[in-house]
T-cell receptor
Framework: DAKTTQPPSMDCAEGRAANLPCNHS???????VYWYRQIHSQGPQYIIH???NNETNEMASLIITEDRKSSTLILPHATLRDTAVYYC?????????????FGTGTRLTIIP | GAVVSQHPSWVICKSGTSVKIECRSL??????MFWYRQFPKQSLMLMAT?????????EQGVEKDKFLINHASLTLSTLTVTSAHPEDSSFYIC?????????????FGPGTRLTVL
């Protein structure tokens, strides 16, 4: 699986949009971009994933650049409960039964 | 969504004893489960893949005789830390793919915090 690079930490004001970047310049054509988050002392939680088109669900939006070398996770209206470590994972499958490799992630802090 | 539970949520034990951690898929079957370990302020590191009815697959550097994995049913995998030592103190997390892998996400348990004195 391709390596990802994320900023170690970010702050965002409550109620504003949180934009979390991820670089994956070595991504190959069959690799998906997944986002998970981990709230302190809990197990990770799936957020969203995509291949090349932008995706949106009830939690977030995922914007993938045309060359697929980077992506941005957008939390449209951040709340205090969104404070967590966010992991961007590039994975050569859209099936869940394969192991995930976690990087260091971005620690997002929502400021009241 | 699917729920994965772990038991116990935390455990404290003496050095040299063995500790068993259970991972259950509550409303779905899981032929595969994954075990991760997470040290403070670090990321999750995959330890092994648990396969129902067959031997687990361990990641490089993980001692299979120390971390015994049993996946005896489609809803239960156990991780036993044998002869635990203080350096084994960590947060252990399991995950299971939804609908036997047909869903595109994994469901994670809440984690078990192990402290070895």
């Amino acid at each position: 699986d391709a390596k990802t690079t994320q900023p170690p930490s970010m702050d965002c004001a409550e109620g504003r949009a949180a934009n979390l970047p991820c670089n994956h310049s070595t991504i190959s054509g069959n690799e998906y971009v997944y986002w998970y988050r981990q709230i302190h002392s809990q197990g990770p939680q799936y957020i969203i994933h995509g291949l090349k088109n932008n995706e949106t669900n009830e939690m977030a939006s995922l914007i993938i650049t045309e060359d697929r070398k980077s992506s941005t996770l957008i939390l449209p209206h951040a709340t205090l409960r969104d404070t967590a470590v966010y992991y961007c994972i590039v994975h050569a499958s859209n099936f869940g039964n394969e192991k995930l490799t976690f990087g260091t992630g971005t620690r997002l802090t929502i400021i009241p | 969504g699917a729920v994965v539970s772990q038991h116990p949520s935390w455990v404290i034990c003496k050095s040299g004893t063995s500790v068993k951690i259970e991972c259950r898929s509550l409303d779905f079957q899981a032929t595969t489960m994954f075990w991760y370990r997470q040290f403070p302020k670090q990321s999750l590191m995959l330890m092994a893949t648990s396969n129902e009815g067959s031997k687990a697959t361990y990641e490089q550097g993980v001692e299979k005789d120390k971390f015994l994995i049993n996946h005896a049913s489609l809803t239960l995998s156990t991780l036993t830390v044998t002869s635990a030592h203080p350096e084994d103190s960590s947060f252990y997390i399991c995950s299971a793919p939804g609908l036997a892998g047909e869903l595109d996400e994994q469901f994670f348990g809440p984690g078990t915090r192990l402290t070895v004195l």
